[in-house]
């Protein structure tokens, strides 16, 4: 018989190979019909059933709940097939909604077959420490809250700025994963990285800016550049404060 971690990676590495290496309906001849949808997703969410039941049946001495476990994950598979559709404007939103319901469906599986849910009572108390809240607030700023701050500031000349050509919502993304990755850096005291993420995107936006031959928008691409950095720079240096004084 596993232990309880391995029983974990197990069951997310059944997940991963049923959800991502099965082809979903979108990838059969699309069905214009919703009954043909419903009976697509049907089939996925029973072969859910059958593997998550087998699992827990050969790894836990458990029938009883082996069955349950399967119908849990089946039910979850197929509502989140249902309900979150992929869409084209934002597939990367259905995609994070349907996996959020999966793997908590399965972690609350684990938990409830290992008899863990007091021991992540536990866990959780000792986690929320003003370090550890400190640096997951400083990740979470650095997405909308830092974008919408930056945005703002920007916005007087927002009007000025030709975006014909740019990828739609690129720039928001590479803004995200820039003060992501620089926070880190920060964190880990590692500014070598910082000033090579700083020359590479230099180099980048040199050759895009050349080519558009527009002083404005060097400057526009400047001011974004310096203001995310010094935003990330600064709370990082701020949570760095709050980790070692603490």
């Known amino acids: 018989m596993v232990d309880a971690s391995a029983l974990l990676v197990i069951l997310l590495l059944v997940h991963v190979l049923l959800g991502f290496w099965i082809p979903r309906y979108s990838s059969f001849q699309p069905p214009h019909r919703f009954s043909q949808k419903v009976i697509i997703n049907l089939l ?8 998550f039941t087998l699992v827990m049946i050969l790894l836990r001495d ?13 039910i979850a598979r197929f509502l989140t097939l249902i309900l979150t559709p992929n869409s084209p404007k934002s597939p990367t939103l259905a995609l994070l909604s349907r996996e959020a319901v999966l793997i908590i469906s399965l972690v609350a599986v684990w938990l409830v077959c290992e008899n863990n849910i ?8 000792k986690l929320l420490t003003l370090p550890v809240l400190a640096v997951g607030l400083a990740y979470v700023t650095m997405l909308r809250p830092a974008s919408a701050l930056i945005s703002t ?3 007087p000349w927002i009007k000025e700025i030709d975006k014909s050509g740019s990828l739609a919502n690129a720039g928001t993304l590479i803004g995200y994963l820039e003060r992501l990755l620089i926070l880190t850096f920060v964190l880990l ?9 700083l020359t590479a995107k230099s180099i980048l936006r040199f050759n895009e800016i050349q080519n ?14 310096l203001l995310s950095f010094s935003l990330s720079i600064a709370v990082g240096l701020l949570v760095t404060y709050i980790l070692k004084t603490h």
């Open 189 to 197: 005291e590692q500014w070598e990285a910082v000033g090579f993420l």
């Open 212 to 225: 558009a031959k527009v002083r404005s928008l060097s400057e526009y691409v400047l001011l974004g550049t």
């Open 153 to 155: 500031i920007l916005s």
């Open 44 to 51: 996925i969410a029973g072969l859910y059933f059958v593997a």
């Open 62 to 74: 458990d029938d009883a709940f082996a069955w349950k476990a399967g119908l849990l994950m089946a």
């Open 118 to 125: 007091a021991k992540l009572q536990v866990s959780l108390a």
